[in-house]
């Protein structure tokens, strides 16, 4: 008996401890995320250099390193943010060479286990160290960076085999060819920018609804015309409906400008109903009619197939996303008497939607063979009348799963970027973001630097209107 009640504490205490992990992630982070919804980055700095264990532990330290790494770049404080994201770099990197098989996963759920952040995630981490890099005026190590944010996006697209999948990253090739620009190599400028405006056209346009920018469009004609490759140039004249003007659009010198707007989608979990049909051969068929899906498992043992038909059903947790939406619409440099428009180069939010889609994909199988074999568990104790162990089994198996709801929450909703072609009088220029409604309801000014070339700002807007599901 005695034995029985330790037995039943221990179970108890783990209940506890699980329970204790349903919670979002993001209602985890509520202090951290409440200081930067009020543009507090200095008190968010602070939240995340006190001991917040929740952060620290070893399965949550990237999403650590990550929001540190993000809070000081808003700061302003690049060379210390530098450090975070080499952090973030070096967790990832490490992670997948000692990474065999997190098995814990498969018995409760991905909660439990290190996070290595979304394959989209890991190629942002080399977009802060380019732009840390930029506003410290190191070019060098800015291009190792979009370098980087290649590679990687290479290396993660290779998981998945669909044709229709988020493969290639336009933003990285167009970072890669300004980066070029700015240090005068202009023929690897203009391949660069030949690559980002293919991946823009042949893939964004159709997966992400990212229209091509019009500047790199601009940027692709000019550094043919540098390159000397006039055939190019007039060609792409004509296919753009652009004219290049050499005495105004060589851009000597210049200001390019990376306005992160609004705040990327959070992870909510998603409870999905599965019913289980007979199939021949030892076969059941695991099926959800609403979500289009069929998935076949190959059942061995006659009593676990018979047991699985029996339940009829049984609920999965899924992660989906939950977007917010920014509240600034448009935004604005002005300098010199004249406005320059941002455009979109990434959208991180569609990103984040397709990402998640062609990983699950992928993963669902898994997921569905986890949650069955749990529900077995729980369905043979009920039926041996074993109650003590049924309840158990019961409550361990809804508790147990949980969807994983962690991400990156401060990565933008959007990535926008305007050039600006500078004259030697005009030291100042302001930038302007617009809302709903049309007012220019955030400005503010910059001073220019007495440099030749290209100068980097870089600027966030959090504000955002709503939670919305947008897929």
């Known amino acids: 008996m005695l034995r029985f009640f330790h037995i039943i504490k221990i179970f108890l205490v783990f209940i506890l401890l699980m329970m204790s992990s349903c919670a979002t992630y993001y209602q985890k982070n509520e202090a951290l995320m409440n200081a930067v919804y009020k543009s ?25 390193y990550l929001n540190k790494g993000t809070v000081l770049w808003m700061n302003q404080k690049y060379d210390s943010s530098i450090k975070y994201f080499r952090k973030a770099d070096y967790f990832v990197e490490d992670f997948e060479k000692k990474y065999t098989q997190q098995i814990a996963s498969f018995l409760t759920n991905k909660n439990v286990t290190t996070y290595a952040g ?8 080399h977009y802060y160290g380019a732009l840390n890099y930029l506003m410290i005026g190191d070019n060098d190590a800015a291009l190792i960076e979009a370098k980087r944010m290649l590679q990687k996006m290479q290396k993660n697209s290779d998981k998945y085999k ?13 970072l890669l060819g300004i980066i070029y620009d700015t240090k005068g190599e202009y023929n690897d400028a203009y391949i ?15 997966l992400l609804g990212t229209p091509i920018p019009k500047q790199l469009k601009l940027d692709l004609i000019r550094t043919a015309f540098l390159n000397g490759f006039f055939e190019e140039q007039k060609q792409y004249e004509v296919k753009f409906g652009l004219k290049f003007n050499k005495s105004t659009d060589l851009l000597t010198n210049s200001i390019v400008f990376f306005w992160n707007n609004g705040l990327g989608p959070i992870k909510e979990q998603n409870s999905i109903n599965f019913s289980i049909l007979p199939a021949n051969n030892g076969w059941v068929q695991i099926v959800n009619h609403d979500l289009g899906i069929n998935f076949p498992y190959k059942v061995d043992n006659k009593d676990d197939k018979k047991d699985l038909l029996d339940m009829r059903f049984f609920r999965l947790a899924l992660p989906k996303y939950v977007s917010r939406e920014p509240y600034y619409q448009r935004a604005i440099l002005k300098y010199n008497n004249k406005s320059f428009d941002f455009q979109i180069v990434e959208d991180v939010n569609a990103i984040a ?14 997921a569905l063979l986890r949650a069955a074999l749990k529900q077995i568990v729980v369905y043979k ?6 109650d003590g162990l049924a309840l158990a089994a019961s409550i361990y198996g ?18 926008n970027y305007s050039r600006v072609p500078l ?11 617009f809302g709903k409604n049309g007012q220019g309801d955030f400005s503010r000014n910059f001073k220019l630097k007495n440099k030749k070339g290209t100068q980097f700002f870089s600027l966030q807007t959090i504000d955002f209107v709503k939670y919305a599901n947008e897929r």
């Open 192 to 206: 660069a920018y030949k690559n980002a405006y293919q991946v823009y056209e042949e893939d964004y346009q159709k």
């Open 40 to 64: 507090n980055f200095e008190v968010a700095e602070k939240i995340l250099s006190d001991d917040v264990k929740f952060e620290k532990v070893q399965k949550n330290k990237l999403l650590f």
């Open 398 to 415: 809804a508790i147990s799963e949980q969807a994983d709801t962690r991400n990156w929450q401060l990565l933008p909703h959007s990535i």
């Open 162 to 174: 669909s044709a229709n999948k988020y493969k290639r990253d336009a933003f990285a090739h167009n």
């Open 118 to 125: 979304e394959d989209f995630e890991q190629v942002l981490i």
């Open 353 to 366: 939607y397709k990402s998640l889609e062609d990983r699950m994909t992928k993963e669902l199988g898994e």
């Open 381 to 386: 104790a009920g039926k041996e009348k074993k």
């Open 423 to 433: 004259n030697e009088t005009q030291n100042s220029f302001d930038f302007v973001a």
